[in-house]
């Protein structure tokens, strides 16, 4: 099995040192490391890797800017956006740049290990924690809600799992076997061709389901 290939782009050394040790250490191989935009979209257009892992406060050119060029001149690269903080302008102009996933610097390094491996693989990845922040600025809003295929109940359900909250709290929360809530998610997966929860949370906020 051909190993997934990136290009960190991060201006402190010590993360740098920390993403590539976490992925080598689960077989995915760092082609190049850069600590700037400018130098990280020439990188990226060089080298072509499968995903970008990009900070988004950079020197040079910032992570939205460079996710931006990366869309139109490299545009197989999948991205990886990783931030320090949560700030709702940050996270919905890094998703309407293209990112792919999102990920708090300080979540765990098995997260952005997941995040890579999912969007290398196709699909999205949104840090549990900061969903909270697309979903203040789009849910209930009339204007921003898309056409829907998903149920009432199950835009209900898939709302929870934005939120970080597991099955059990689901089922809890909402007073239904956790039977039918997995019942709920599984249809949840198939109307929007979703690998996982996760996923599928990300494809609503984007397409505004939720």
């Known amino acids: 099995m051909t190993p997934i290939r990136v290009v960190l782009v991060e201006d402190h050394a010590l993360t740098r040192m920390g993403l590539r040790t976490s992925l080598s250490a689960v077989g995915i191989h760092v082609v190049a490391e850069v600590a700037d935009g400018i130098e990280g979209l020439a990188t990226i257009c060089a080298e072509r890797p499968d995903v970008a892992v990009v900070d988004i406060g950079l020197p040079g050119m910032d992570g939205i800017a460079l996710t931006q060029r990366v869309r139109v001149e490299a545009p197989s690269t999948r991205i990886v956006i990783l931030t320090m903080i949560d700030e709702e302008e940050d996270v919905l102009a890094a998703l309407a740049a293209g990112a792919d996933a999102y990920c708090l610097k300080s979540t765990d390094a098995e997260r952005i290990v997941e995040a890579v491996r999912m969007a290398a693989a196709g699909g999205a ?53 956790l039977g039918t809530v997995k019942g709920h998610i599984r249809d949840i997966l198939v109307k929007l061709s979703a690998a996982d929860r996760t996923q599928a949370a990300v494809i609503a906020l984007r397409r505004g389901y939720i």
């Open 125 to 177: 990845y949104f840090d549990p924690r900061i969903a909270h922040v697309v979903l203040r600025r789009f849910t209930g809003s009339a204007s921003t809600l898309g056409e829907t295929p998903l149920t009432a109940r199950e835009t209900e359900i898939l709302r929870l799992i934005a939120e970080g909250v597991g099955n059990t709290d689901i089922a809890s929360h909402l007073h239904l076997g």
